[in-house]
């Protein structure tokens, strides 16, 4: 059971008629030379089609409800992964998960976003939507990592930080600046990478990092489509044009200057081939790490200072 | 023109309450309380109501003038302006166009006005945000304005303070906007070694991305009476949790209840207050000194006599 998204529709019914003819021919191989033919089209077509993605189609795809998330990657790239639980303050935060792993044999300290797979997951995870004490509850881990000098790995997927009654109560603006400013005093190296939905601030808040990559097909946004579409465009559904207007994919982050790097994704995403995506995945992240290992930690933190101070485009005219 | 076509008139932006050339004389309605005010008892009372002590909107240059003293302030990158990295355009106008229209109805280039001044004697670097401006949104600008009061304030040996009225970051610039976040809220750390103050006061609104930033980490937090202060709109939040929200929710007094803001100042209290902060951490640095150093500001002696007892006016919290 698969769930397609509208753009998908040549290549879904493509693929269908392969497997219908498939069936037919059964073992007796009769259309192998008919089926080897629409294979390569199927194969150029899916080139096709996820080579020109549009903003919004990328934007589908990051949200994409069979998208590998934190703890599918945690399964398929770490070993040894421990939870641990909660911001000694007010509660565990389910949007985010958190905790000891190793990769490759190294220890990491893990944190990331973590949506749900249907109905009831998502409403204990909030569909990935952080309140404070999953903001604190990170600080909590990242600052132990500090202590045993331990690298961070961040994995972003929220459409933003939770708009809650309580969130607010409990101070999500205050929770999320905190955040930005310790991560800033971390000596440790950090390494983010944007898996599904960058979401504002609430992303933001565990990406003040050394190195921030983003998969092929995810996104990272001040604010989502249908928000800017709202109210620039008085209208949500303009979410499309918003999506393009913001360049808000990893290439336009890219361009900008706002990112390291683009992890590849499977052709399709990386729902079509979750192994590969989390392959690609590991990979970066050890190439990173070891980059960042060789640099001591002062360097480390004046370079993440670095990094971000430099970030904005102005003009300055003389009077 | 058709005369079947609408003119479009465009977002209205709040009031500007402050301008100079509004005609002397002239009539403004309480926005609170709905009571006609005359222009010169609104300006007499820095454009709060009397009567219900509703604080208006200010433009920054105004807000600068309750603040700082006297003739002291010498502004500071005064030419920063907004490129378009995005090329961004909504569905009225480019943005370049959106930036001309608002430096044409504010006379500022951003939504920002920077430089250093004194405080009650005290030398401050300060940024303050102009909600006429765009809603005082943060893009590249914003950002780097305050960057450099941070700076500034490091490399001056001076107090920090920064002045919100936002609706959030600019959407215009995009992530760009988002990463003055990050830029600010890292220059801040650094700022925590140098043992200056920093603080921030908020002013009616100041939520969303800049309150997720850097004006929630003053050292000390001021806010003026009834601003809004939160993070995510109400709106948005009736919608999550499908019922109406409490009275009083985001206003400064709420906030304060909850913990995230020090202090409740009436406007008229505002460099009084900002006075004694300043003069408490003058003494307790010997005059903004390095640890173990000597005074770079041998020029301003510490004031003897400052009343440090609590604030007499009833209105300050």
Known sequence: MSAWLDFEKPVLELEQKIQNLREKAGASGGAALELAELERRAESLRREVYANLTAYQRVQLAKHPQRPYTLDYVERCFTDWTELHGDRHFADDPAIVS??????????????HQKGRGTKENLMRRFGMPNPEGYRKALRLM???????????????????????????????????????????????????????????????????????????????VISPEGCAAILWRD?????????????????????????????????????????????LKKAILRHLDAL???????????????????GVYRENPA | MSWLKRERTGIKAAKKPARSDVPEGLWTKCESCGEALFQSVLEENLWTCPHCQHHFRVPARTFLQYLVDEGSFEERDANLEAGDPLEFRDAKMRYPDRLALARQETGMKDAALSGVARVGDKPVALTIMDFFFMGGSMGSVVGEKVARSIETAMAERRALILVSATGGARMQEGILSLMQMAKTSALLAR??????????????????????????????ILAEPRALVGFAGARVIRQTIGEDLPPGFQRAEFVLEKGFVD????????REEVSRLLEFFWRSTRGFAREGGKSPHAELPARAALDLGPAADSVTR
Not at chain 1, 165 to 176: D, M
Not at chain 2, 196 to 210: E, Y
Not at chain 2, 263 to 270: D, L, M, S, Y
């Open chain 2, 191 to 220: 700022l925590q070694r140098e043992r200056l103050p920093f603080i921030s006061i908020l002013t009616d609104p100041s939520t969303a991305g800049v309150l997720a930033s850097y004006a929630s980490l003053g050292d000390v």
């Open chain 1, 99 to 112: 905790g000891l792993a190793m990769i490759d044999q190294r220890p990491v300290l893990l944190i990331g």
């Open chain 2, 263 to 270: 202090r409740i100042v009436h406007r008229k209290q505002i």
């Open chain 1, 293 to 311: 290992s060789g640099v001591s930690p002062s360097e480390r933190m004046d370079r993440r200072l670095a990094r971000f101070r430099r970030m």
């Open chain 1, 143 to 221: 600052q132990l990592a500090e202590r045993f000098q331990v690298p961070v790995v961040t994995l972003v997927d929220t459409p933003g930080a939770y708009p809650g009654l309580g969130a607010e109560e409990r101070g999500q603006a205050e929770a999320i600046a905190v955040n930005l400013r310790e991560m800033a005093k971390l000596s440790v190296p950090i390494i983010t990478v944007v898996i599904g939905e960058g979401g504002s601030g609430g992303a933001l808040a565990i990406a003040v990092s050394d190195v921030v990559l983003m998969f092929e097909n995810s996104v990272y946004s």
């Open chain 1, 236 to 280: 949500g559904k303009k979410g499309p044009l918003a999506a393009e207007a913001l360049k808000l994919t990893a290439p336009d982050l890219e361009r900008l200057g706002v990112i390291e790097g683009i992890v590849p994704e499977p052709v399709g995403g990386a729902h079509r081939d979750p192994a590969a995506a989390a392959e690609a």
